[in-house]
């Protein structure tokens, strides 16, 4: 059973920085699980629906939202089961609960989330 588990929330001012990661554990290949399937990152803000942050495809390029175009970037390590979501020049409308999220063979998995929460 695949699971994920997401790390490196925090609270942080307006302009500062944090790096999530994403850890999988449970899977069968040895390659890198978040850079031979789609990887994703999520978030959720108070009262509002989960939306898509950061996606990266086995053969395509990365893309964010455009909300955080410039100042987040999604990367993986290849020498492990890591995801990672590097977030600059952060803002209070980025404040939410976000989670790592992994498509293999058409199932998706889920880790539990992360807080990041950013003053003003």
């Known amino acids: 059973q695949v699971q994920l588990v997401e790390s490196g929330g925090g609270s942080v001012q307006a302009g500062g920085s944090l790096r999530l990661s994403c850890g999988a554990s449970?899977?069968?290949?040895?390659?890198?699980?978040?850079?031979?399937?789609?990887a994703k990152w999520y978030r959720q803000a108070p009262g509002k629906a989960r939306e898509w942050v950061a996606l990266?495809?086995?053969?395509?390029?990365?893309n964010v939202r455009e909300s955080v175009r410039g100042r987040f970037t999604i990367s993986a390590d290849d020498t492990s089961n890591m995801m990672y979501l590097q977030m600059n020049n952060l803002k209070p409308e980025d404040t939410a609960v976000y989670f790592c999220n992994v498509e293999i063979q058409m199932k998706p998995y889920w880790g539990p989330g992360t807080q990041v929460t950013v003053s003003s």
């Open positions: 990266m495809t086995p053969h395509g390029p990365s």
């Open positions: 449970g899977t069968a290949s040895n390659s890198n699980v978040f850079t031979v399937n789609t």
